[in-house]
């Protein structure tokens, strides 16, 4: 069993940074895979980022391509998401995700330990 609680949210400006975490509890979490998703009002959940157990692979939303970056730190039990040069579209809430495997995947289906959600909100 995986819990995972996110934190960092908050309001910022359009072309503002912010960083948001993910701390998991659970003796497993150095080999799950982890993967970012978001939910704005209205709108499925969507993918946004995703990393392998090691960190040595990650995958990203073409929305976010070069503007966020995800990591993890296994010693920690912590996986980031660092978010720059945001914009008005990027508000939503964002969902921590782990998956029973070491590769991550774009599908949401395929993610089984999900946090409670952080609000991100970027004005213009």
């Known amino acids: 069993q995986v819990q995972l609680v996110e934190s960092g949210g908050g309001l910022v400006q359009a072309g503002g940074s912010l960083r948001v975490s993910c701390a998991a509890s659970g003796r497993t979490f150095s080999n799950s895979a982890m993967g970012w998703f978001r939910q704005a009002p209205g709108k499925e959940r969507e993918f946004v980022a995703g990393?392998?157990?090691?960190?040595?692979?990650?995958y990203y939303a073409d929305s976010v391509k070069g503007r966020f970056t995800i990591s993890r730190d296994n010693a920690k039990n912590t996986v980031f998401l660092q978010m720059n040069s945001l914009k008005p579209e990027d508000t939503a809430v964002y969902y921590c995700?782990?998956?029973?495997?070491?590769?991550?995947?774009?599908?949401?289906?395929?993610?089984?330990?999900w946090g409670q959600g952080t609000q991100v909100t970027v004005s213009s």
């Open positions: 990393i392998s157990w090691s960190g040595g692979n990650t």
């Open positions: 995700a782990a998956r029973r495997s070491r590769w991550a995947t774009t599908l949401r289906a395929d993610y089984d330990y």
